[in-house]
């Protein structure tokens, strides 16, 4: 494990730029001071490696020196052939390239990999869409955040939050995430704190010839993860038990957003099922109970087993 570190910390190096202890703990899911250890090991081996101080400080190699570490991997040149996710690159406007890229990274193949690449690359399809068709273009403003983002450059922004409120202010860029089929800029705010805006909600966006100093321990990948880890943790949930009949429980393996199931079920002798289920509103919980009718039964809380009765007394109200 320690030798594989080391070669990935000499990776990270090489390509000339200066690294700091916590993005390479993060990197490799170590602590600093393990890195602090790995970087002593790499100097006495004879490596020359040094220490820059200061606020942008961080690990760097001798400018220049090079060890031949990069060869790829069959499994790593492989994957180099998984077909790109169309969507991305045509939100971007990047030049997808296709077949004729596809020829000339076959050609850099050693012949033997050359079949399994090709069978990689026609076996495997990547769709970022919805199953619906005319979804919307992702539209201008992503193609002044990309510019922001490669140039370094704040832009000024106005935003509607999932409340409805509107804001305005100056953001600095530092990434954009594709998450399904929704773009996300990940920036620092006016008040020099991360956050993530959701491209959707962006209502006009202005680059600035404006410059600023990008965070030498930023990193994206990183950043995300740990947001996303964030976002989920502090969603609101509402639990509430079911008795679910033998054929409608297999379908509650396919709730997707709208419900989590909270352990295993517990079957009783005519077969129905109780499960313990989360929500993130009543009003999910609702919608959710009465989409299944007479195939399920709330146990808990109370106050559920009220509101769907009233709900269902509106349905024959209506129909009356």
Not at 117 to 132: E, F, H, P, Q
Not at 154 to 164: C, F, L, P, S, T
Not at 181 to 190: C, F, I, K, M, R
């Amino acid at each position: 494990m320690k030798a594989e570190r080391l070669i990935k910390i000499l990776l990270l190096l090489q390509h000339g730029q200066t690294v700091t202890t916590r993005r390479m703990a993060e990197e490799l899911e170590v602590s600093e001071r393990t890195i602090h250890r790995d970087m002593e090991s790499l100097s006495a081996a004879g490596l020359p490696i040094y220490a820059e101080k200061g606020r942008t400080g961080g690990w760097r190699l001798v400018d220049h020196w090079k060890q031949k570490l990069s060869w790829l991997k069959e499994q790593e040149m492989l994957a180099l052939f998984l077909p790109p996710a169309g969507k991305i690159i045509q939100d971007l406007h990047m030049d997808d390239g296709g077949e004729d890229r596809i020829q000339k990274l076959l050609l850099s193949l050693p012949e033997q990999s050359k079949k399994t690449a090709w069978n990689v690359w026609s076996r495997i399809y990547v769709d970022m869409g919805t199953w619906k068709d005319g979804q919307e273009e992702a539209g201008p403003e992503l193609d002044v955040l990309k510019k922001a983002v490669m140039e370094d450059r704040k832009v000024q922004m106005i935003y509607e939050k999932a409340d409805g409120t509107v804001t305005k202010g100056t953001i600095c860029p530092l990434g954009l995430i594709a998450k399904a089929n929704q773009w996300y800029v990940a920036a620092l705010n006016d008040k020099g704190e991360y956050r993530s805006y959701k491209h959707a909600r962006v209502k006009m966006v202005t680059g600035t010839e404006e410059t600023f100093e990008r965070p030498v321990d930023f990193h994206l990948a990183s950043y995300w993860e740990e947001s996303k880890k964030h976002f989920t943790r502090n969603l609101p949930t509402y639990a509430a038990t079911l008795r679910v009949s033998p054929e409608a429980y297999p379908r509650l393996r396919f709730t997707g957003r709208f419900a989590t199931l909270d352990g295993e079920g517990r079957a009783g002798a005519d077969g129905w099922v109780d499960q313990s289920l989360s929500f993130n509103t009543e009003e999910e919980a609702i919608g959710f109970v009465t989409g299944f009718g007479s195939q399920v039964k709330v146990i808990k809380p109370e106050a559920l087993i009220e509101k769907i009765k009233a709900r269902a007394q509106g349905i024959l109200d209506l129909y009356k």
